[in-house]
């Protein structure tokens, strides 16, 4: 699986963004969606996750601004970014789990920068 973000820039604080994912080869075998962003000089973090099923988790930072939503193409996913913050400055990624293998695989996308000026 191949994943393509898109949708980043500069935004002053409060403002929005809409990102997107999108991923080619077996799609089919996807079972959940995530995003995750990781800033300068900190670790990765997760932002939130979407099944296959429609079942959708937040991390507390981002409940009630960040949503992340199921495109009308089965290979696209979004992530609603509402009343952005300068800390919600990083790099943010799309992750996608397929089954296979024991535990099932993970593929990464190479991401898309968020700036939030304050």
């Known amino acids: 699986v191949q994943l393509v973000e898109s949708g980043g820039g500069l935004v002053q604080a409060g403002g929005s963004l809409r990102l997107s994912c999108v991923a080619s080869?077996?799609?089919?075998?996807?079972?959940?969606w995530g995003w995750y962003r990781q800033g300068p000089g900190q670790r990765r973090e997760w932002i939130a996750t979407?099944?296959?099923?429609?079942?959708?988790n937040y991390a507390d930072f981002g409940k009630g601004r960040f949503a992340i939503e199921r495109g009308s193409a089965e290979n696209t996913v979004f992530l609603q970014m509402n009343n952005l913050r300068p800390q919600d400055t990083a790099v943010y990624l799309c992750?996608?789990?397929?089954?296979?293998?024991?535990?099932?695989?993970?593929?990464w996308g190479q991401g898309t920068q968020v700036t939030v000026s304050s």
């Open positions: 992750v996608v789990h397929t089954a296979g293998g024991l535990g099932g695989y993970d593929y």
């Open positions: 979407l099944t296959t099923r429609g079942r959708t």
């Open positions: 080869g077996s799609v089919a075998r996807i079972e959940s």
